[in-house]
């Protein structure tokens, strides 16, 4: 079946920092997206990617979907605390479901 | 719109007992997801429906669970027996149709807890 890795595991930065998180899937994929769930709470997307080569801003956040289409990352820049949660990165299969990523937990030290 | 709606929040019962957790999807959405969480397993889909029907249950774990989508706004998901290793928080979510995106929205989860 479809692998899908995501880096790194967790991350512990000092606020004001920018963040930078990745995923890599071993098969071609056409949507990729970007989740955060905070704690006691259901995942809330972020971005959605849809072409490969796609760059796209949602405030501090930015998404890039690979050009292989094998891989996407996640840029968060100038952390602050509320930035806190699991970022998850998942794939659209042509099925219609999604897979995810195991996630990356961040951590800001104010 | 309220967005996806789960019940209960929180459940604990003792192994054996039957448990049944309930979605209502955002209003229009033709698609359908049960997903359950665990740190050991991070999110794992255990069946979804298109337009209320079962399209993939390959995630369901064993026969001890079951889901239906009686309509389109309501859906539930039926552990029977429960056992312990079923604690976990069960996520429903919904997404439109397929030409809208493949966007999923998630609902805050049940979490469940066999004693």
């Known amino acids: 079946g479809q692998q899908l890795n995501q880096s790194p595991q967790s991350m512990f930065i000092q606020e004001g920092e920018d963040v930078s998180m990745n995923c890599t899937s071993s098969s071609i994929f056409n949507t990729w997206l970007w989740y955060k769930q905070e704690p006691g709470e259901g995942p809330v997307l972020l971005i959605a990617?849809?072409?490969?080569?796609e760059l796209t801003s949602n405030g501090r956040l930015t998404a890039q979907f690979g050009i292989t289409r094998k891989d996407s990352f996640l840029n968060i820049s100038a952390s602050i605390p509320s930035d806190v949660g699991i970022y998850f990165c998942a794939l659209g299969r042509s099925q219609g479901n999604l897979i995810f990523g195991k996630g990356t937990k961040l951590s800001v030290k104010p | 719109d309220a967005g996806v709606i789960q019940s209960p929040r929180h459940e604990v019962t003792e192994m054996g007992q039957e448990v049944t957790l309930r979605c209502k999807p955002i209003?229009?959405?033709?698609?359908l997801f049960w997903y359950r969480q665990t740190m050991m397993r991070g999110l794992e889909l255990l069946i979804y429906f298109n337009n209320n029907v079962p399209i993939d249950d390959s995630g369901m774990p064993e026969d001890r669970f079951s889901a239906k989508m009686p309509n389109a706004s309501f859906s539930t998901l039926k552990i029977q027996p429960s056992e312990p290793r079923d604690s976990a928080v069960y996520f429903c979510?919904?997404?439109?149709?397929?030409?809208?995106?493949?966007?999923?929205?998630f609902g805050q989860g049940t979490r469940l807890t066999v004693v």
């Open positions: 990617l849809y072409k490969a080569g």
């Open positions: 979510a919904s997404s439109p149709d397929r030409v809208s995106g493949d966007e999923a929205f």
């Open positions: 209003s229009g959405h033709d698609y």
